[in-house]
């Protein structure tokens, strides 16, 4: 069993940046493979971004690469989520999720991951 909570969301005006954080609780916390998702209002949850704890290995959504960077403090149990240049569009409640092992190809699909957070919300202004 993992449970995670994230937090760092808030309101921005567009071009501002936000840092998302994810605690999970686990002491197999190398073991997982780390994704964050994002729902907006009337819209199917997304995938934004993944990180692979077991090689290290980073994924992004196209319409989130370049601008956000998922990262990890193993020490910590925490995996990061640096959202820079923030857009109106990026407007959702993003929740960080948790998995032993996700396949490269599947990565977006939520149905791949068995824990989940709360979420947190992200409202950027125009």
């Known amino acids: 069993e993992v449970q995670l909570v994230e937090s760092g969301g808030g309101l921005v005006q567009a071009g501002g940046s936000l840092r998302l954080s994810c605690a999970a609780s686990t002491s197999t916390f190398d073991d997982y493979t780390i994704g964050w998702f994002r729902q907006a209002p009337g819209k199917e949850r997304e995938g934004v971004s993944c990180f692979s704890k077991s090689d290290g290995s980073t994924y992004y959504a196209d319409s989130v690469k370049g601008r956000f960077t998922i990262s990890s403090d193993s020490a910590k149990n925490m995996v990061y989520l640096q959202m820079n240049s923030l857009k109106p569009e990026d407007t959702a409640v993003y929740y960080c999720?948790?998995?032993?092992?996700?396949?490269?190809?599947?990565?977006?699909?939520?149905?791949?991951?068995?824990?989940w957070g709360q979420g947190t919300r992200v409202t950027v202004s125009s």
């Open positions: 999720a948790a998995e032993i092992s996700v396949a490269v190809a599947t990565w977006r699909e939520g149905d791949e991951y068995s824990y």
